[in-house]
């Protein structure tokens, strides 16, 4: 059953920005859904909206059937938790904790057995009597993280909560937080610009261009099944191909590849992992750089015209900066007016 429902929402700023674009989106309960997209796309925006921070131009927002478009934020049953995480640093972790609490009248026993349970739940117990700026970056976070869960909210929300701390606490964060989300079955929003966290942290990834969304899916099929030239180039690494195709033949510049689909004008897609380089001369392709990373190989190799691609390859020792290859692609996708419109 769908706890959230965001149906067309837009949002234009004064000035004229449509930061979203007739949005819609359902939330099943307890689902974590990621919204991934470039700087700009609408994200925080929506985001906010879900939380009352913003108010939508038009399009209603309910949360368990209740119309909560024009409520405000102390009235949803929403916990937002920002980028920067905010907290009131003339207060202990406790004191952070309590706060919203004491407002909602809970006797004071009851209190600090919650606030408890929640610092034990983000890793802080034993932490209440700390200022919060004696904690570290990653410490800051999971308070703020764990001031909103002790509200209880139906609905969390977090915008990019871990932008600020170093990959390594990045990566460990991570993984806590999506275990406390199963753990408490909450559903979440989460704002990300970064494609590593909505692949390994999401149900599902709403991928979002210009306000609009450009695909919705579970992460490993958003992977293997972009249906836009920009999902494509944004997930991943992937080799985009402007080409031509003609009597089911798709080339570039010495590169072809037989492609059953209308003459005219197509983008091949590639993964660096599907394409396969054997020894040619050097009329096809050839090798700008080989990177050796250990466990496998990147070959950047040029077409004539010197359009790049890049190869995933097992054995690096075999290649060299200036050899001649033919690319071979096992798998590709297809666009045409920014449609996919193949598929191997
Ligand atoms: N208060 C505002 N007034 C006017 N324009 C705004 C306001 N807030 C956001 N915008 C514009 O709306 C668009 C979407 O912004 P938003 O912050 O939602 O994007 P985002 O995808 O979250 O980006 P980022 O990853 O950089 O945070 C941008 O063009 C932005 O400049």
């Not at 034990?120 to 932490?127: D, M």
């Not at 139906?154 to 909560?161: A, F, G, Q, S, Y």
């Amino acid at each position: 059953m769908s706890v959230l429902q965001i149906s067309e929402v837009t949002k234009t700023f004064s000035g004229g920005t449509h930061a979203v674009n007739s949005f819609s989106l359902d939330v099943a309960d307890g689902e974590l859904v990621c919204l991934l997209g470039p700087s700009g796309s609408g994200k925080s925006t929506l985001l906010r909206m879900v939380g009352g921070f913003e108010q939508p131009t038009s399009g209603r927002i309910t949360i368990d059937g209740e119309d909560v478009t024009h409520l405000p934020p102390e009235r949803r049953p929403t916990g937002m938790v920002f980028q920067s995480h905010a907290l009131w640093t003339h207060m202990n972790v406790f004191k952070n904790l309590a706060f919203g609490l004491k407002l909602r009248r809970m006797p004071a026993s009851e209190i600090r057995e919650k606030v408890e349970a929640v610092l034990e739940l983000v890793g802080l117990a034993g932490y209440g009597d700390r200022m919060t700026t004696q904690l570290s970056g990653g410490q800051q976070q999971r308070v703020a993280l764990a001031r909103s869960l002790v509200l209880e909210p139906k609905i969390l929300l977090l915008d990019e909560p871990f932008a600020s701390l170093d990959q390594h606490l990045r990566e460990r964060l991570r993984e806590e937080v999506r275990d406390i989300q199963q753990r408490l079955g909450i559903t979440t929003l989460f704002v990300t610009h970064g494609q590593d966290e909505a692949l390994s942290m999401a149900d599902r990834i709403v991928v979002m261009a210009n306000g609009k969304t450009e695909q919705i899916g579970r992460p490993d099929v958003v992977y293997r099944d972009p249906k836009t030239p920009f999902v494509a180039g944004f997930i991943g690494t992937m080799n985009l191909v402007e080409g031509e195709v003609s009597n089911g033949q798709f080339t570039r510049s010495g590169f072809a590849f037989p492609l059953p689909i209308a003459d005219g004008p197509a983008t091949l897609a590639i993964r660096p992992e599907s394409l396969d380089l054997t020894a040619s001369d050097a009329s096809k392709a050839k090798v700008h750089r080989v990177t050796d990373y250990g466990s496998h190989g990147l070959v950047d190799l040029d077409l004539a015209d010197g359009t790049r691609l890049k190869s995933m390859v097992a054995h690096p020792d075999l290649f060299q900066a200036g050899q001649g290859v033919d690319p071979k692609p096992r798998a590709v996708a297809a666009y045409r007016n920014n449609q996919q419109i193949f598929r191997s």
